[in-house]
């Protein structure tokens, strides 16, 4: 039977009949549907995004993750244990990755939710921190916080460049570290100086400079230390050893946090106060946010 002919499917599938018309309208009605739902459930995120909490104790992360999840600040202690909560952007901000969509759209509402996890600050469970880091999965940033009036004294800016110092290490490591050429994935830094209200509070460029400074300082202790202890080893062991743990570029020079854009890492100071409870002075930390969702 050839094509052409009468009884043949294809002057069966362009003749006017009821069953034809009745097969193409549902093609022309499903398949569109049937497609989106594909594409819909290809491109929908299982998780949520993520941003870790991360910073010395007593500088304002449980305050700052409640302000985020409550809209008001609330009596917090010293955490002994990591939290996550889920959380919903500020109606101010817009999510990166929907500046082209309308706020009605359901997938503008979806793309302002993401987790905020806490971690404990105190020296003996900063493991919790450590752990997230080796493996982040679906981590969108780093939320490094700390007390500007802090930092301004040796003490607290010793601990909070060598907490920092520990952190970016880890970064660096997971990027130098990685299997394909492509390099993982980028987790950029905000460090969120917190308690700007307070009078010996640093301002944002001078909290820049004292930490890159303290940070350059750990950088060469680690290095002497690790000659120290080496000492047994082989000189090229010895040579990988301090290649692996010494945070930026090589040499004997200081650190800046630009160091960090080779490694895959971008680092913004911007300061900030949680203490009014409005979320107006921490107005940047939620934009930086937002460019990250």
């Known amino acids: 039977m050839a094509w052409y002919d009468e009884d043949s499917w294809a002057t069966a599938a362009f003749a006017p009949k009821g069953s034809t018309i009745a097969i193409t309208f549902l093609l022309a009605v499903l398949l569109p549907i049937l497609l989106h739902q594909f594409i819909y459930r290809k491109a929908t995120p299982t998780t949520l995004p993520c941003f870790l909490l991360i910073g010395p104790s007593g500088a304002g992360k449980t305050a700052f993750l409640t302000l985020t999840e409550r809209k008001a600040v609330a009596q917090t ?3 002994t244990a990591p939290s996550a909560i889920e959380v919903l952007l500020p109606e101010d901000h817009t999510p990166q990755s929907s500046h082209y969509r309308s706020p009605g759209d359901p997938a503008y509402e979806r793309s302002r939710r993401f987790l905020l996890n806490d971690t404990p600050g105190h020296g003996k469970l900063r493991h919790f921190a450590t752990t997230q880091l080796a493996n982040p999965t679906n981590v969108r940033g780093i939320i490094f916080v700390l007390d500007a ?3 301004a004294e040796e003490a607290g800016l010793n601990e909070t ?3 920092l110092h520990d952190v970016l290490l880890a970064l660096q490591k997971r ?3 990685a299997t394909t050429s492509k390099g993982p994935k980028e987790i950029p830094v905000l460090i969120a100086a917190n308690k700007m209200d307070l009078f010996t509070a640093l301002p944002p460029h001078l909290v820049t400079q004292q930490l890159e400074k303290a940070i350059s300082e750990v950088r060469k202790s680690r290095a002497k230390g690790l000659k120290d202890s ?3 080893l082989s000189g090229e062991e010895e040579g990988l050893d301090e290649e692996r743990e010494w945070l930026g570029e090589g040499g004997e020079g200081s650190f800046e946090f630009g160091q960090m854009e ?3 890492t971008s680092v913004t100071v911007h300061g900030g106060h949680v203490i009014r409870g409005d ?3 921490v107005r940047s930390w ?3 946010i937002a460019s990250h969702l």
Do not use: Q
């Open 175 to 177: 990027y130098t570290g």
């Open 262 to 264: 080779e490694v895959g």
């Open 161 to 163: 460049a060598e907490y």
């Open 77 to 79: 202690h010293t955490s």
């Open 286 to 288: 939620y934009e930086w």
């Open 149 to 151: 009036a802090t930092v």
């Open 279 to 281: 979320g107006a002075d």
């Open 230 to 232: 080496g000492a047994a």
